[in-house]
Nanobody, 119 residues
Framework: QVQLVESGGGLVQPGGSLRLSCAAS????????TGWYRQDPGKERELVAA???????NYADSAKGRFAISRDNNKNTMYLQMNSLKPEDTAVYYC?????????????WGQGTPVTVSS
């Protein structure tokens, strides 16, 4: 069992920056592929950025060049550095962790942290 807790969201002006954190409790965090998703009311949850257990990263086109995902397995924490924020980045941001063991896939979500980009 893994629990994920996001923090770092808030209100920021366009062009500003935020750093989101996702702290994981439980064992074997380093084995999990993890990612950041976001969701606007009335829209589907979408992938923002992902980082595998081996450190390979993947970004949505909207995040490329502005966001950076990273993880510190020693601290059981994943980060999302968001720069040059735009109003369309406004959403609730969720962290996610996945691990497949044999035929079983374990998938966990945090409770979300809201990000509002507005002047």
């Amino acid at each position: 069992q893994v629990q994920l807790v996001e923090s770092g969201g808030g209100l920021v002006q366009p062009g500003g920056s935020l750093r989101l954190s996702c702290a994981a409790s439980g064992s074997r965090f380093s084995l999990y592929d993890t990612g950041w998703y976001r969701q606007d009311p009335g829209k589907e949850r979408e992938l923002v950025a992902a980082i595998t257990s081996s450190g390979t990263t993947n970004y949505a086109d909207s995040a490329k060049g502005r966001f950076a995902i990273s993880r510190d397995n020693n601290k059981n924490t994943m980060y999302l550095q968001m720069n040059s924020l735009k109003p369309e980045d406004t959403a609730v941001y969720y962290c996610n962790g996945n691990r497949t063991a044999g035929v079983v896939t374990y998938r966990y979500w945090g409770q979300g942290t809201p990000v509002t980009v507005s002047s």
